[in-house]
């Protein structure tokens, strides 16, 4: 049965899909030996020969699920021109190379990030309909008042942009805000323009995934069912 190029890399766990198709637009796929640059092609994986950068794709490729706590000054990235640490230097090196972040957690922002090579829930979890939930543990300079409460849970207007209503509770100024979007810096910049700074930011889950007791800077290896 065929299926189109980039869907496939991305459930042989070789990228994510948006990746996927980079890679193809870049010329570093083959099928059947034949350079291939068109998102639109179609193989069949039980007939047609798939490489990318010289190495051959097996559909067949076992799914990883891990669940990392990250501390503040990572970057989420690879690597990084300035040499300051990565995410990937937490992983063990027979992992490194095999998956990549869900999302992206801010230089500063600590707590749960999701690892995987399963293409198809990067997909599921990270296009902009999705309708996954992320949640926070946000510590305040001050407590918010109800009315900022408010604001915050009917929307807010970012860069000419409403946010999606959000869930948020509190206990003194430690709030637990619940979004789908991840906008850029978009908690922060939601409650500086209420006139309050973020001193701690950290996420605690992710879909039905829970940071839970995890250690900052460790990792655990966890189940599909654990996050969807």
């Known amino acids: 049965m065929q299926e189109r190029l980039q869907k496939f890399l991305s459930s042989a766990g070789v990228a994510s899909r948006r990746a996927a198709e980079k890679l193809i637009t870049s010329g570093k796929v083959k099928v059947n030996g034949a350079v291939i640059t068109k998102l639109g092609t179609k193989v069949d994986p039980e007939i047609d ?12 490729q076992k799914l990883i699920y891990l669940a990392l706590n990250k501390p503040k000054r990572y970057m989420t990235t690879r690597s990084d021109p300035e040499r300051r640490r990565t995410i990937y230097d937490l992983l063990p090196p027979d992992l490194k190379n095999k998956v990549w972040p869900v999302g992206r957690l801010d230089f500063n922002t600590e707590g749960l990030l999701l690892f995987t090579n399963d293409g198809e829930l990067t997909q599921k979890l990270t296009h902009p309909s999705s309708e996954h939930e ?18 915050i849970r009917n929307g807010m207007i ?18 637990y805000l619940t979004i789908h979007e991840g906008w850029k810096r978009q908690i922060r910049r939601m409650f500086s323009l209420l006139g309050f700074t973020v001193r701690n930011l950290k996420r605690i889950r992710v879909g039905k995934l829970r940071l839970g007791d995890l250690e900052l800077g460790k990792y655990r290896l966890v189940n599909l069912k654990d996050i969807i």
């Open 134 to 151: 992320k949640e926070y543990e946000v510590t305040l300079d001050k407590e918010l008042s109800e009315g900022k409460m408010e604001k």
């Open 49 to 60: 020969q798939v490489s990318v950068n010289g190495k051959k794709i097996q559909s067949t």
């Open 158 to 175: 970012l860069d000419g942009k409403k946010t999606a209503p959000s869930l948020i509770r509190t206990n003194g100024t430690t709030v």
